[in-house]
């Protein structure tokens, strides 16, 4: 009799077991499509992102990025608020220098609370992914902390790198005419924007308009 008890045990055991991995192979929804604009503040990336959603339409494509789950999130800082950001967990700020031929550097600093932004955004993204949702982010690494981050946060999901390039000087006369972010922001993270990334793409967003570059990007993609 015991080893009718232990052989019913173990086939209730197995079924179960292959009741969850049928549920989760099989009830689990497919991961969607990641496409990274890496690229310096200013260079084009959120209208991109906007073309291409209107080019992919009736497909949804969901646009994420460094504006609206990083900085958008942050509590805005006008009169008093500022004394908030220097506390020594400071979330958002900036340090103002000069290179050697005085051109203005504005760097984007965070303190231990911006940190946990950065890594939730990263999370966003892929759990948006996770979620079905074809995704394509506007961003800018602006730590190599962030980039490992997202990477490993993407690891199993297909994501297609794409590197944004424009000149420093048409960049900054961008910047200027946006006045979004101070003359010297872009300049902070020219150099270093790109890390050691292995790009899939590259576009050159002074060259081309966004409409064609979303065009470029799809039939690169083969959609």
């Known amino acids: 009799m015991k080893y009718l008890?232990?052989?019913?045990?173990?086939?209730i055991i197995v079924v179960l077991i292959v009741r969850k991995v049928f549920n989760y192979s099989y009830g689990k929804t497919s991961c969607g499509v990641?496409?990274?604009?890496?690229?310096?503040?200013?260079?084009?990336?959120?209208?991109?992102q906007r073309e291409f959603q209107y080019l992919m339409m009736p497909e949804l494509w969901i646009k994420l990025g460094i504006d609206t789950l990083f900085d958008q999130p942050m509590?805005?800082?006008?009169?008093d608020n500022l004394s908030f950001w220097q506390t020594p967990n400071k979330i958002r700020w900036v340090d103002s220098a000069h290179d050697a031929d005085h051109n203005a550097i504005i760097t984007l600093c965070t303190g231990q609370?911006?940190?946990?932004?950065?890594?939730?955004?990263?999370?966003?993204?892929?759990a948006y992914a996770k979620e079905g949702c074809n995704v394509i982010v506007d961003y800018i690494a602006y730590k190599k902390e962030w980039l490992n981050d997202l990477h490993d946060k993407l690891k199993n999901i297909k994501t297609y790198w794409i590197k944004v390039n424009i000149p420093l000087h048409v960049l900054e006369e961008r910047e200027v005419a946006r006045g979004t972010s101070p003359k010297g922001h872009a300049r902070s993270h020219y150099d270093s924007v790109h890390?050691?990334?292995?790009?899939?793409?590259?576009?050159?967003?002074?060259?081309?308009?966004?409409?064609e570059i979303a065009q470029r990007i799809k039939k690169?993609?083969?959609l």
Do not use: C, R
Request: net charge negative; charged share 20%; proline share 3%.
């Open 5 to 11: 008890i232990a052989a019913v045990a173990t086939l």
């Open 34 to 48: 990641v496409i990274i604009l890496n690229g310096p503040s200013s260079s084009g990336k959120s209208t991109i």
């Open 75 to 79: 509590p805005d800082i006008q009169g």
């Open 113 to 126: 609370e911006g940190e946990k932004v950065a890594y939730g955004m990263n999370s966003a993204i892929a």
């Open 195 to 211: 890390w050691d990334i292995k790009y899939d793409f590259e576009v050159h967003s002074d060259q081309e308009d966004a409409a």
């Open 220 to 222: 690169f993609l083969n």
